[in-house]
């Protein structure tokens, strides 16, 4: 299982303006510089569709991909970084509320979590919008090639804990060794095709 063909449609700063196909529509949500372009690139197996910065808060628009002529991915603005300012922040979530409440398509979110900070407060209001609006949910701990297979154990425990979630819902990824991304294409697949 593959998908075949993806390519970059474009960045869109505002609802109004992001693509009227009706295709199914999977996000990937999380904190600035937690992995959202990698693992795009990854489950597309691409090397650069989706732009990875060592910059963290580039992402500052809904960035739309196509895949096979039938969904789109869409990378959201990441948030929770200090540097860019209360103003942009502000905008960035109006902007990403906005999508959750709007898009008639959207059938899931992958909300990427960086293994080795676990949840953060940030990560917690993101759930709290999902749980809201009833999206259904992939849970991904990223950069887990970083960690100890103790400390991969507990960060899996305690976030499972803390998201009260089922197993099958919370992944492991990383970009280094492929960790994941078959079982995470799966169950993206899953969630499309409801």
């Known amino acids: 299982m593959r998908f075949t063909n993806a390519e970059y449609v474009g960045s869109f700063f505002k609802v109004e303006d992001i693509p009227k196909t009706g295709y199914p529509e999977i996000a990937f949500a999380g904190r600035s510089n937690v992995g959202k372009s990698t693992l795009i690139n990854k489950i597309l197996n691409r090397k650069k569709l989706a732009q990875v910065s060592k910059s963290p808060g580039k992402t500052r628009a809904l960035n739309y991909f196509e895949i096979d002529h039938k969904y789109y991915f869409v990378d959201l603005p990441g948030f929770g970084y200090a540097k860019i300012s209360k103003k942009d922040r502000e905008q960035w979530g109006k902007l990403i509320e906005s999508y959750f409440k709007t898009s008639k398509k959207l059938k899931g979110v992958i909300h990427i979590i960086d293994s080795r900070r676990g949840l953060m407060d940030s990560d917690r209001s993101l759930k709290e919008y999902i749980d809201y609006f009833d999206i259904e949910v992939l849970w991904v701990l990223s950069k887990v090639d970083k960690l100890k297979n103790q400390a991969?154990?507990?960060?899996?425990?305690?976030?499972?804990?803390?998201?009260?979630?089922?197993?099958?819902?919370?992944?492991?990824?990383?970009?280094?060794?492929?960790?994941?991304?078959?079982?995470?294409?799966?169950?993206?697949?899953?969630?499309?095709?409801?």
Not at 161 to 168: A, G, R, V
Not at 184 to 190: G, P, Q, T, V
């Open 152 to 194: 991969r154990a507990d960060i899996y425990r305690n976030t499972l804990h803390e998201l009260n979630c089922s197993p099958q819902r919370l992944m492991f990824f990383s970009a280094v060794d492929g960790l994941g991304v078959t079982e995470i294409k799966k169950l993206i697949m899953e969630i499309l095709k409801r």
